[in-house]
Nanobody, 121 residues
């Protein structure tokens, strides 16, 4: 079992930035990712990163968000710049049991509790 704990959410004005962090209870070199669920919306993939650093970004966040990981600290990060009101959501950190990466939440077994990000206009 891998336990994930997110932090770094909060409220910011449009155009601002936030950095989300996720710490895993055990070392994992498998695929990890960030997902989000906005009010009245389904959970969607934001970004994923493989064990060798290959990244994927949803089109709506490309150029604004950056995912990274620190294996030594078993940490996952999401740097979010140029935030927009439509980025408002609960953001979840997730980890797979395998190294291959997918953007579908159904492929991720381990989930954090989520952290709220609110962007005001």
């Amino acid at each position: 079992q891998v336990q994930l704990v997110e932090s770094g959410g909060g409220s910011v004005q449009a155009g601002g930035a936030l950095r989300l962090s996720c710490v895993a209870s055990t070392h994992t070199s498998n695929c990890m990712g960030w997902f989000r669920q906005g009010p009245g919306k389904e959970r969607e993939g934001v970004a994923t990163i493989s064990s060798d650093g290959e990244t994927y970004y949803a089109d709506i966040v490309k150029g604004r968000f950056t995912i990274s990981r620190d294996f030594a600290k078993t940490a996952l990060y999401l740097q979010m710049n140029s935030l927009k009101p439509e980025d408002t959501a609960v953001y979840y950190c997730a980890a797979r049991e395998f190294s291959s990466c997918y953007t579908d939440a159904r492929y991720f077994r381990f989930w954090g509790q989520g952290t709220q990000v609110t962007v005001s206009s």
